[in-house]
């Protein structure tokens, strides 16, 4: 098959989500697949261009050594509000670009803007289109009025797809709330590599060299650290009770919006050994500072609207390890893991450091760290891609 994947965030520097697991699996196997990305960060980046010219990266590999994907980023201009208009333009072109020189078998969306532009160029070709939410994607826009701009452009997507996949039963449940038909809506969950997450791997190395002793405890979280995330809150309750929690060491791989409170917590704080911000990470180490950990934590407001219906992979992650989870209690993580199953839910962030405590000094860690492992042994990444692949096939077969 030839497939285009056209997505509204960075398919280069963003650590890996479930599009890059399926398709760098399906590359694999043959097939040849391009995406068209956006690379949201630009504000973020010092040396930024008011216009980025269009830029192609040939054979990009993040995850499956061998495998080849052709990222292209269509031109922008990075001026507030106009960027968006810009993004119409300079999307529907490659898109309609590429519609007529790469003629996909399929393409697939996992955007709003150029999902929808998408939709509508593959309608009017008589090219299968399928809708692929990993996210709640119009909870993530942060301005109101622009959230009800973005449901309708997903409404209108959904019209146009051949088939919807969801990665769990909120999202679902979300998808139907925008109007989308049950039948046409299927759950592919996020998945594990098992080759690279599983119980034997070793921590060692990372706790020596970030002068861990054998008797601390370290509450581990990784990935894009939001305002909401829980972690500035855990820290400063860790600043004001260090003799009551004087093992715990809460340590974050990561980066975002939150991270230079996180950093200025540290210092106002004298956390240097209790707070280890280890920045962002290769994606190739993370099993290493998870398997270093002792509880991994999910601490996000649980009211939060971006938070409600998904089920990050990390969890998935941490699981495969071999490590209990304390979480607060977001809807789609209990609907995904329900109970007894490794997983310990708390009502806000400033109850987990009391959970892990409470777990230690009942020396459950280890039994919940298995029961963890066996929840998520059916995951796999090769089954869901063979999954993920014979729908597809389906699709083009009853074209």
């Known amino acids: 098959m030839k497939i285009l994947v056209v997505q509204e965030t960075d398919w280069i520097t963003r650590y890996p989500h479930t599009q890059h697991h399926l398709f760098e699996r399906l590359s694999l196997k043959g097939?040849?697949?391009?995406?068209?990305?956006?690379?949201?960060?630009?504000?973020?980046?010092?040396?930024?261009?008011?216009?980025?010219?269009?830029?192609?990266?040939?054979?990009?590999?993040?995850?499956?050594?061998?495998?080849?994907?052709?990222?292209?980023?269509?031109?922008?201009?990075?001026?507030?509000?106009?960027?968006?208009?810009?993004?119409?333009?300079?999307?529907?072109?490659?898109?309609?670009?590429?519609?007529?020189?790469?003629?996909?078998?399929?393409?697939?969306?996992?955007?709003?803007?150029?999902?929808?532009?998408?939709?509508?160029?593959?309608?009017?070709?008589?090219?299968?289109?399928v809708y692929y939410w990993i996210d709640a994607l119009d909870t993530l826009i942060p301005e109101p009025y622009f959230q009800k701009v973005g449901r309708f452009f997903e409404r209108k997507t959904i019209q146009n797809s051949r088939i919807l996949f969801v990665t769990n039963e909120k999202l679902k449940d979300h998808l139907i709330g925008l109007g989308a038909d049950p039948e046409r809506i299927e759950i592919i969950s996020s998945g594990i590599d098992f080759t690279r997450f599983n119980e034997h791997v070793s921590g060692e190395a990372i706790r020596k060299k970030y002068h861990i002793r054998e008797d601390q405890i370290i509450l581990f979280f990784m990935g894009w650290i939001y305002h909401f995330s829980g972690l500035k809150e855990i820290?400063?309750?860790?600043?004001?009770?260090?003799?009551?929690?004087?093992?715990?060491?809460l340590f974050v791989v990561g980066e975002g919006d939150a991270y230079e409170d996180l950093?200025?917590?540290?210092?106002?704080?004298?956390?240097?050994?209790?707070?280890?911000?280890?920045?962002?990470?290769?994606?190739?180490?993370?099993?290493?500072?998870?398997?270093?950990?002792?509880?991994?934590?999910?601490?996000?407001?649980?009211?939060?609207?971006?938070?409600?219906?998904?089920?990050?992979?990390?969890?998935?992650?941490?699981?495969?390890?071999?490590?209990?989870?304390?979480t607060t209690k977001l809807s789609g993580v209990i609907r995904e893991f329900g109970f007894n199953h490794g997983v310990m839910y708390v009502n806000k962030p400033v109850e987990t450091l009391m959970a892990a405590d409470e777990l230690v000094k009942a020396d459950v860690l280890r039994e919940m760290g298995m029961k963890a492992r066996v929840c998520v042994e059916p995951k796999d990444w090769a089954k869901i891609t063979d999954c993920f692949e014979q729908y597809l096939e389906g699709i083009l077969q009853t074209r």
Not at 278 to 301: N, R, S
């Open 263 to 326: 950093v200025n917590i540290g210092r106002m704080n004298q956390l240097d050994t209790r707070l280890i911000l280890a920045g962002k990470q290769p994606y190739a180490t993370i099993p290493e500072f998870i398997a270093a950990a002792d509880v991994c934590i999910l601490p996000a407001y649980p009211d939060e609207k971006i938070m409600q219906d998904i089920v990050p992979i990390k969890i998935f992650e941490y699981m495969a390890v071999g490590k209990p989870v304390i």
């Open 31 to 129: 097939h040849t697949i391009k995406v068209i990305d956006y690379g949201f960060d630009w504000k973020k980046d010092p040396k930024r261009k008011i216009y980025q010219k269009r830029e192609v990266f040939p054979r990009v590999s993040k995850i499956c050594d061998g495998s080849g994907i052709e990222v292209i980023r269509p031109a922008t201009l990075h001026i507030p509000v106009l960027v968006y208009l810009s993004l119409l333009v300079s999307h529907y072109r490659e898109i309609s670009d590429q519609i007529q020189k790469f003629n996909p078998d399929i393409i697939i969306g996992f955007g709003i803007l150029n999902t929808f532009i998408a939709s509508e160029c593959a309608k009017r070709r008589g090219i299968p289109f």
């Open 235 to 249: 820290a400063l309750q860790l600043a004001d009770e260090k003799d009551r929690y004087e093992k715990i060491v």
